[in-house]
């Protein structure tokens, strides 16, 4: 009976616990301060529903959204490739947004229009968002199905470059630099799904190519990434006036974005390095025989891994500083007795994990001023 009685009080736990991880009416926020002159807008522009290939129902992919702290979304089934068509008996592209808007709307997300124009390599997928009649897209040149999303004022991005390439590294063919040339197609995904491709990451800079990151989920979006263990989905992280679509569209277009893809940013250091100073805040310290204990406190939902860059005479600090995610740490500096203490310590610091290049790191300078108390 005991035996009994504790089986059933373990499975009540595990039920309860279930549903309030699954409970649809809490929403997880994401944590990366606004910049001077922007919000910071979470989107994904690259999902999948039954009217392509994907396994859940339309309305099903803003619920999600909402629930991980997104705060615009594009659903972009395929135009050419429907396996489902036996089941999901219509012609009409537009569909699946006909079903999520109002989804969308009662959760305040943003729901984009779009579509996946889906191609062989190459040149390869190509989602086109802002549209206002998927329909158009369904041409059999891909040149002519490019052109009908232009005529709509579409952006238009290049989809997992590394896509049946060798090792998955992109490759750059005279395809693409006609459309890129020509200002047809205008961002790359850098992160899509688990792959992450540094080569289009430095394409995007060197070419003025605005980047993207996105999830281009097919199956209900917890079956592939665990929540409860702190992953997330890859997701675009967008620099606007403000939230709608007239401004994310202008932003994306205008180039400000960076890329969220577990515990890193991905970006132009224009964007990341404000961010680095909107999150780390130095709330502390205490000076004892040259000792200077600091706390600083990491307000974001990312773990910054900071590494010394450099060297300040007379003074000795941490070589590797982590600051976790939404804590506060304590780092012991050291100063020599025999010297004035000094007002203010800049601290030269690479932080790894928020990268400007593939193999760059951010470069930044811990501000710790020494004159607000003794």
């Not at 079956?223 to 994310?248: C, I, S, Y």
């Not at 939902?301 to 000795?316: F, M, P, Y």
Request: glycine share 6%; net charge negative; with cysteine.
């Amino acid at each position: 009976m005991k035996k009994s009685f504790l089986s059933i009080a373990v499975f009540l736990v595990l039920l309860l616990t279930h549903v309030g991880f699954c409970q649809t009416n809490v929403r997880t926020e994401i944590g990366i301060p606004d910049i001077p002159g922007y919000v910071i807008l979470a989107c994904d522009f690259h999902m999948h529903t039954v009217f392509s290939d994907g396994k859940v129902w339309p309305t099903i992919r803003p619920e999600e959204a909402w629930m991980e702290g997104l705060d615009a979304i594009a659903i972009t089934d395929h135009i050419e490739y429907l396996p489902h068509k036996d089941d999901i008996k219509t012609d009409n592209f537009n569909r699946s947004f006909e079903l999520a808007k109002d989804s969308a709307a009662e959760r305040q997300i943003l729901l984009i229009k779009g579509a996946e124009l889906t191609r062989d390599m190459p040149p390869g997928h190509f989602n086109a968002i802002f549209l206002q009649d998927a329909n158009a897209l369904d041409k059999k040149d891909y040149k002519e199905a490019i052109k009908a999303a232009l005529d709509q004022g579409a952006f238009i991005f290049w989809n997992h470059p590394g896509w049946r390439q060798p090792g998955t590294i992109p490759i750059w063919y005279p395809e693409h630099t006609e459309l890129f040339n020509n200002g047809w197609v205008r961002g790359m995904e850098i992160v899509n799904d688990h792959d992450y491709y540094p080569k289009a990451f430095q394409w995007c800079l060197e070419k003025n190519i605005t980047m993207l990151g996105s999830s281009d989920v097919h199956s209900p979006i917890h079956m592939a990434w665990d929540f409860q263990n702190g992953e997330h989905r890859p997701m675009t992280l967008v620099f606007a006036t403000e939230k709608t679509e007239k401004a994310l569209k202008e932003a994306l277009f205008a180039g400000r974005t960076a890329v969220y893809n577990g515990n890193s940013l991905l970006g132009r250091e224009k964007y990341l390095k404000p961010i680095f100073e909107g999150s780390v805040q130095t709330l502390g310290y205490h000076v004892k025989q040259g000792e200077i204990n600091i706390q600083i406190h990491n307000s974001s939902c990312v773990t910054l891994e900071l590494h010394a860059s450099g060297k300040i005479e007379n003074v000795s600090f941490p070589q590797q500083l982590t600051l976790y995610a939404g804590k506060t740490v304590l780092s012991k500096i050291k100063t020599d007795q025999k010297q004035p203490r000094p007002e203010e310590l800049a601290l030269p610091y690479v932080v790894k994990n928020l990268r400007v290049a593939p193999d760059k790191g951010l470069p930044v300078r811990l501000k710790i001023i020494l004159t607000s108390q003794e």
